[in-house]
């Protein structure tokens, strides 16, 4: 069966720090990727999607994500965090079939 | 009102009650979801309605039970629920091709969180 896999549950860092959340997945066909977030309190936005072309494709707030797909991994990045990137992150994949499988997501909390 | 709305944001029934919980997408798309988001978990899929047809139902008891009168609305009618139920409830909607494909992402309501005692 299909899967997401991310491999933090939670992540804490300090203001300017890099950020680098893990995301695999286990499908061999066609995938569009996406990576979401869920800021407290509020409901889940897109940040990226990866459909075809450029495998480095950036998002809202200076994030991005690569995928590679010799490894089944579209990893979530971001070169200096501020504390209002704290929130819950979920990367998901859609094998085009309609149905989007979710990771377990990973908790961001971001220090001032 | 844009994007996808919910209602009620918060619901607390006990065991032996009936609600219901509604979706509304204002975007014109001709897909709609139902997710279930527990603490700790991965969302859980529970159905997919393309086209007001409903094409997924991902082993949810039958405690659970949608209703997709148009391409804009969405119910799910709960009764009869068990504690272990509480949680986060989404929807979502999104635009699919004629054979039920997409590419496409799906957009989020703010969801209902639901609690019985």
């Known amino acids: 069966a299909q899967s997401v896999s991310q491999h933090n549950h939670h992540v804490i860092l300090s203001e300017a720090a890099s950020l680098e959340l893990g995301c695999n997945y286990s499908y061999g066909g066609t995938v569009n990727l996406f990576w979401y977030v869920q800021y407290p309190g509020q409901h889940l936005q897109l940040l990226l999607k990866?459909?075809?072309?450029?495998?480095l494709v950036k998002g809202i707030k200076g994030f991005e994500a690569e995928f590679i797909k010799s490894k089944f991994s579209f990893n979530l990045r971001k070169p200096s965090v501020q504390w209002s990137d704290t929130a819950e992150y979920f990367c998901?994949?859609?094998?085009?079939?309609?149905?989007?499988?979710f990771g377990q997501g990973t908790e961001l909390s971001v220090k001032p | 009102e844009t994007g996808v709305t919910q209602t009620p944001r918060h619901l607390v029934m006990g065991m032996t009650n009936k609600k219901s919980l509604k979706c509304e997408q204002h975007?014109?798309?001709?897909?709609m979801y139902w997710y279930k988001q527990s603490a700790k978990k991965p969302l859980e899929l529970m159905f997919v309605?393309?086209?007001?047809?409903?094409?997924e139902n991902n082993s949810v008891p039958s405690r659970f039970s949608p209703e997709c009168p148009n391409s804009s609305h969405l119910f799910l009618h709960l009764h009869t629920l068990q504690p272990e139920d509480s949680a986060l409830y989404l929807c979502a909607s999104s635009q699919v091709g004629l054979a039920g494909t997409s590419p496409y992402e799906q957009y989020f309501g703010p969801g209902t969180r639901l609690t019985v005692t």
């Open positions: 975007l014109g798309h001709n897909a």
């Open positions: 998901a994949v859609n094998n085009q079939g309609g149905k989007l499988i």
């Open positions: 990866y459909f075809s072309g450029d495998p």
């Open positions: 309605y393309n086209f007001k047809e409903q094409t």
